[in-house]
């Protein structure tokens, strides 16, 4: 049985530092490309930072670039993504997703991850 669990969510002011991880088991990691994505209120779901199983090619969305970064472990099976100079529009519920043989022009798209978490609140506030 598959499972991605996400943890270290929670609510911080502007400027202010969050890390997200996630911790994956049931699934051969070292062969699974990794993922973030986020939703806010009344939004669709968005690419946020991905890293490629093979190259270790770690594409971020424009919205979070210098800001976020994700970074994957494949002895403890956990991907991790640490947020920095956090923002009100960074609010969202963030996911963590896997996927197996995600070619590196498909690593931003939501439909190459087959694995799932249950997501994390962020929340930016003053």
């Known amino acids: 049985q598959v499972q991605l669990v996400e943890s270290g969510g929670g609510s911080v002011q502007p400027g202010g530092s969050l890390r997200l991880s996630c911790s994956a088991s049931g699934i051969s990691f070292i062969r699974y490309a990794m993922a973030w994505f986020r939703q806010a209120p009344g939004k669709e779901r968005e690419f946020v930072a991905a890293?490629?199983?093979?190259?270790?090619?770690?594409p971020v969305a424009d919205s979070v670039k210098g800001r976020f970064t994700i970074s994957k472990d494949n002895t403890k099976k956990t991907v991790t993504l640490q947020m920095d100079n956090l923002k009100p529009e960074d609010t969202a519920v963030y996911y963590c997703?896997?996927?197996?043989?995600?070619?590196?022009?498909?690593?931003?798209?939501?439909?190459?991850?087959?694995?799932w978490g249950q997501g994390t609140q962020v929340t930016v506030s003053s």
């Open positions: 890293i490629s199983q093979r190259t270790g090619s770690s």
């Open positions: 997703a896997a996927g197996g043989g995600v070619i590196m022009s498909q690593l931003r798209v939501q439909s190459a991850y087959t694995y």
